[in-house]
């Protein structure tokens, strides 16, 4: 089954911040790991408490990639991408 990845304008934005390399980085990742995978949820990770409970993350080099998965749609909605120490706060 095919994941339909869709990419909020806020992480849009971060994405055009980011040095080509890096960005073409996460859209390969997204593209072969977690669009073409059968669950993106096996290579990611929930993210935990009352907050961030309700999303998972996935590790590309030293960035981190924040997205809600939407199981019913069989899409997944990028929220946040950013380095490690910022995509958090």
Do not use: C
């Not at 089954?1 to 990742?29: C, H, Q, T, Y």
């Amino acid at each position: 089954m095919a994941w339909s990845v869709e990419i909020s304008a806020g992480a849009r934005k971060a994405l055009a911040r980011l040095d080509p390399p890096a960005a073409r980085a996460i859209l390969n990742f997204l593209d072969e790991k977690v669009a073409r995978g059968p669950d993106p949820r096996a290579s990611g990770k929930a993210l935990g408490g009352s907050t961030l409970g309700a999303f998972w993350r996935w590790r590309v080099g030293d960035y981190r990639i924040v997205a809600d998965i939407q199981a019913r749609r069989v899409t997944v909605l990028v929220v946040r991408i950013g380095h490690r120490r910022e995509v958090y706060r």
